[in-house]
């Protein structure tokens, strides 16, 4: 049994990670941190939470806890991380892992230096779908048997993420905390804003490129072309050798319109993501073989019916448990922080800003 605190009673606490864990049968969410206490029993008395802390520095001295999950805000999550990592805790977290290099080779610091262990919540590595095109992907370069890989892109325009989820929602008259947010020192502070809004919305795309490809760090900017908002736009990448092609931007839509296509001389494999939090719904997956006999199979995954986010949560508590590696580590999300703060420095660059 693994005796989990939680840190944090927002939006994604509640709606996601909360129920997973608690539905986890090797895992026990054993206290709760909120600095809202009257929002924190609200939370505590509805998912049966044993214990209650104001804060998360006070909950990090409890000695029963074997692990702590972190979702806050953008600003101050990563200390937090940093802070359970120095207290002897692995630790799960919302991405992203950082804001800044400096924040990231922080929490990185700690997480040496306490031999525990960070994840950062990459729920697209565990999508069903994705693992079998990931699979494929692995399979086809392996053999060779669909030519040289030639292009991957991916395509967020998003829309509503939410899928109409009815998970309860607790609230209460109590303020949000203020948390202060400090960006990269180069950057100026009129566009931290806009920085982090493009952050946290395509971390998770240039994640799963890079993991699809095997890419680690070895991934270097070749062109920027964004717009004046700073979030509309086309990134190219070479991705351990491979030409990667980030396409961002918004879209009213009631869906979600994000895919993900792998080109190889002889094929190609396309996934489409579901909306963010649509239940129980894996990417869907074609698999185009071409040829003498060209054909396109619409592959079904195992588990057909899943959830990322509940696959993510399962793999923390099994890795906690077991001691295997976490398939979405603190050191690669360092490469997803670097990348992020070369493409906005390139495209202030580009406007005569720096």
Not at 121 to 145: H, I, P, Q
Request: aromatic letters at 10%.
């Amino acid at each position: 049994m693994i005796n989990v605190g939680y840190v944090g009673c927002g939006f994604m606490a509640q709606k996601v990670h909360l129920p997973n864990l608690t539905a986890i049968p090797d895992c026990r969410v054993l206290a709760l941190a909120e600095l809202r206490q009257d929002l924190g029993r609200k939370v505590q008395a509805r998912f049966g939470i044993e214990r209650l802390y104001a804060d998360h520095t006070s909950m990090l001295a409890d000695p029963d806890l074997d692990a702590i999950a972190v979702s806050a805000a953008f600003g101050v999550q990563g200390q937090i991380a940093r802070d359970a990592l120095l207290a002897g805790k692995d630790v799960f977290m919302e991405k992203p892992m950082a804001i800044s290099l400096e924040q990231a080779d922080a929490i990185l610091e700690a997480e040496r230096a306490s031999g525990r262990r960070l994840m950062v919540g990459y729920m697209k590595r565990y999508d069903a779908g994705n693992e079998l095109v990931k699979a494929t992907l692995d399979a086809w370069r392996s053999s060779g048997e669909q030519g040289p890989l030639t292009l991957a892109r991916n395509h967020g325009f998003c829309g509503n993420w939410t899928a109409g989820l009815d998970t309860p929602m607790d609230t209460s008259e109590e303020p949000m905390p203020v948390a202060p947010v400090v960006g990269p020192a180069w950057l100026p502070a009129e566009y931290l804003s806009a920085y982090i809004g493009y952050l946290q919305q395509y971390t998770h795309n240039i994640n799963l490129l890079r993991w699809l490809l095997d890419a680690g760090d070895e991934v270097t900017i070749k062109a920027v072309d964004l717009n004046a908002d700073g979030y509309t736009g086309v990134v190219v990448f070479d991705m351990a050798g491979v030409r990667a092609v980030l396409e961002t931007g918004r879209l009213s839509h009631y869906r979600w319109d994000e895919h993900t296509q792998v080109y190889f001389q002889d094929g190609w494999l396309h996934t489409w993501a579901p909306p963010l939090l649509l239940r129980q719904v894996p990417a869907e997956v074609e698999i185009y073989r071409a040829g003498g006999q060209q054909t396109t199979t619409r592959a079904i995954p195992q588990d057909a019916w899943s959830w990322a986010y509940r696959r993510e949560m399962d793999h923390f508590v099994s890795s906690v448990a077991s001691g295997e590696p976490f398939r979405s580590p603190a050191q690669d999300t360092r490469t997803d922080v670097r990348l992020f703060e070369e493409i906005y420095r390139a495209w202030l660059e580009q406007r005569g800003i720096l």
